[in-house]
DNA sequence: TTCGTTTTGAGGTACGTAACTCAAAAAGGG
DNA sequence: CCCTTTTTGAGTTACGTACCTCAAAACGAA
């Protein structure tokens, strides 16, 4: 009945040294990639590591490794609270990771700002960082620098914002067009068949709130075609900004039946909703669990939030970072971080 | 700019040890609860502990612990789908816990029988088990095993299904009185505000289910007070039995808007939509992502799935377990398990 | 004071890997 | 065959903690 799953007595470099018929140093040569050793021998190892299920004790692993490989983050410097969110999630998975001998570090760039990011690259690919996870603006420039990273022997990992085209490394974030497939198949179903909704994107010229807003229409058109599409107005992810135009949603469009947030800048939207409506009214869909967005789901304001988690984000950033420090050609895991849905009874 | 958050070069025993004025072993000693040393000294190494922020080491604390702790779990056995991948969840996380020095060990007793799972807690509280993780079946006898073991310094953890007013140490799971009523807010958006829904349970008898029930409720008549819930109807997690339920509620309302199925069983649900009726006619609710609710979804008869992910639950276990073994008496995190919900573009 | 008890110190070994040196052995080229 | 280069072996040190022993010191009570 009873079946162990796992028991602590695993196989040693020790044990495949000896099946191997090699000592201890070759053993050390092969697993840690270091040159000098005829292939025969590393195949000899390598089969001694399979027969005996060898795996690396990672506790021992990291306490000998002396040095800590540096992963450096840049955040966009004093933007909305989803990036302040996104800044205390790696400070916590930092405090984590330094258990497995990495330093975290973390700057800050102007929001927005091409050139700035730039820069801060060049400059980390210099001093000898071991991977670099940006907050990524789309443009050109940055394309450049990431691949010149690249070149010095600094991967690039872009986080929450991708940078399609480019020699970055991996993406860490959500899939922007599955959430605005998703946002539609909520509000196609909260809303009557025949209705108008409202959307307010941050910029189009930012490539999540696109993609977002590319995916929720291909969803409206094709399964709900008698819910008619408002906007999408910018609000520049500004509360005040973001207030106006839920504004001017609501008086254009006396009949509207939802609003979907698609970028930052929902206090002003919240704001513009208790002055206006009664909680119900219309349905309204917003990105982002913040202190705005809590408020608004408890209040009866908001209906549903769609979400990243960011400490989720963080963790696999610096995941997938240590393995490009330790082997740097290593194919990485390209699936996109989960979407989290949540209603008043299911925040966390 | 540049922060660093953390470096390496951290505070050792011996700086504790220098900094407190006393001995390597003393520290040891208060560290690890060892008895023999005076209070005034356990407070100079305290004082010093804090003053040097120091933080063991874990790599080399998991090194040098010669023993690993036993971790039992028992399953129902051959259940559902859901009760597979927990399964499978927990031998994942068990090959990770091996790194942990801690032996996963799991065995299954038949479902719903309380007897069978009293004698296998006795059993392993015998055999000095360091903790157990059990799915409760709700049964005095179960809570008087569990208050057993605990008396002979064996802890439990209840997964999945909770064992209310016994002496389990901890609960990993989700809320399913939340869960209801996070059901409740999606169906009640769903359907027209004059309409009918249809539940189905496994059987009333289950906590889980009666949970999920009270709160959907709940919702229901206080924000949604024009829809009728036809039900519940009992299917006993049986796929045929809640195909039968699933037919006779299409035939007894023919205006119905919805269904939620509150259990498991949702193949012959599937079967069910996929005989009487179109994609999308009416909205479906269930639990838990399995092949059957992928499918559903997939095919759009089912329109969302609350999950409770399996991997995260097996994980936080195996976490709290360990907490319990190491500190038999430390207070434990009693934040139910996050509630996932899914629509057919954001399944994972 | 003296005895017994409690508390503390000093020192050791072990865990499994990383990273290094130096010498010895094997391979390869002419 | 010798000579050079490559490959391998043997051994050491280090990482930070856990756990152990034995002796020394401090303490408390009579």
Chains 1, 2 share one sequence.
Request: proline share 4%; glycine share 6%; charged share 25%.
């Amino acid at each position: 009945m009873a079946t162990i799953i796992q028991k602590h007595g695993r196989a040693t470099v020790r044990d495949v040294a000896r099946a191997a018929g090699v000592s201890l140093a070759t053993v050390d040569r092969v697993l840690n990639g270091r040159k000098g050793v005829r292939q025969s021998t590393i195949d000899k190892v390598e089969k001694a590591v399979a027969d005996l299920n060898y795996t690396r004790d990672v506790s021992a692993s990291l306490l000998a490794r002396a040095t800590s490989a540096r992963i450096h983050f840049v955040l966009p410097a004093g933007a909305n609270p989803f990036m302040h969110h996104l800044e205390a999630a790696v400070a916590r998975q930092a405090d984590i990771a330094a258990q497995a001998r990495l330093a975290i570090e973390m700057s800050t760039v102007p929001a927005l700002n091409a050139e700035a990011l730039v820069e801060e690259i060049d400059r980390l690919a210099d001093e000898k960082c071991d991977c670099a996870v940006i907050v990524a603006t789309d443009d050109d420039a940055v394309r450049r620098a990431v691949a010149r990273a690249q070149t010095k022997g600094m991967p690039t990992i872009t986080l929450v914002s991708d940078l399609p085209q480019s020699k970055r490394r991996a993406f860490v974030g959500i899939d922007n067009e599955a959430a605005g497939r998703t946002a539609a198949a909520l509000m196609g179903r909260f809303c009557p068949p025949h209705s108008q909704i409202g959307l307010i994107v941050g910029s189009l010229d930012l490539r999540d709130h696109r993609d977002r807003f590319v995916g929720f229409s291909e969803i409206m058109l094709d399964e709900f075609p008698g819910i008619e599409i408002i906007g999408p107005a910018e609000g520049f992810d500004d509360a005040r900004e973001t207030a106006k135009r839920a504004n001017e949603l609501l008086n254009d469009n006396p009949r509207l039946a939802g609003i979907y947030s698609v970028g930052a800048g929902n206090e002003g939207l919240l704001a513009t909703l208790r002055q206006r409506i009664s909680p119900g009214r219309i349905r309204v869909l917003v990105h982002e669990l913040t202190d705005a967005s809590r408020e608004g789901l408890a209040a009866g304001y908001i209906d549903a939030v769609l979400n990243q988690n960011v400490d989720r984000e963080a963790e696999r950033a610096i995941a997938l970072a240590q393995i490009l420090a330790v082997h740097p050609t290593a194919e990485l895991d390209r699936r996109p971080v989960e979407i989290g849905i949540y209603l008043r009874d299911n925040v966390i």
